[in-house]
């Protein structure tokens, strides 16, 4: 088995025990704070970079990998955006007030939009290179309809948070 491939194999694991985490983490329950909402974000956002560098070597290991492969790393990622989503979900609809009224409300607001609004448009084009069934795909039709109640919410709390001091010219 070539190297590319063995290192692929441990990556799927690691992706396999990180989406675990991160369906415990929404097992918990809404996150209480600002700084832990962040901390469940980072550990998303490094399994979102796991498959991406998975899927990066995925020609180099060519036929030495199984054939349904890619389509289950791409079911990792739509499984990985079904539970941040329900995660964030849960907190911008009872945000605590650090993310209402803080000054730096606005950005982590504007930055949760802007990936948001990103993965919306990357969804459908997942969903039909990803082969999944019916149910599978009712369920993340569910998380496409949280994403978009998601960007309602921050827009309205965009609306409502601190807007950043800008210096005149």
């Known amino acids: 088995m070539a190297k590319v491939t063995q290192i692929v194999l441990r990556m799927a694991r690691k992706l396999t025990d990180d989406i675990a985490v991160l369906g415990r983490l ?16 980072s550990a998303y956002l490094d399994i979102q970079g796991l498959i991406f560098s998975i899927q990066e070597r995925l020609e180099e290991a060519g036929n030495e ?36 009224s803080s000054l730096g409300a606005f950005d982590v607001l504007e930055a949760e939009q802007k990936a948001f609004n990103e993965t919306l448009h990357t969804f459908d084009t997942m969903l039909l290179e990803a082969g999944i069934d019916d149910k599978t795909a009712d369920e993340l039709d ?28």
């Open 26 to 41: 929404r097992a918990a329950g809404r996150p209480k704070t600002f700084p832990r909402f962040r901390e469940i974000r």
């Open 65 to 100: 990998l199984p054939s349904n492969f890619p389509q289950w790393v791409l079911r990792q990622k739509l499984t990985a955006i079904a539970m941040f989503t329900d995660i964030s979900h849960a907190f911008v609809s009872d945000p605590p007030i650090a993310l209402t």
């Open 142 to 169: 569910a998380t496409r309809s949280k994403i978009e109640q998601i960007l309602g919410m921050i827009e309205t709390l965009l609306v409502r948070s601190p807007k950043i001091l800008k210096e005149f010219e």
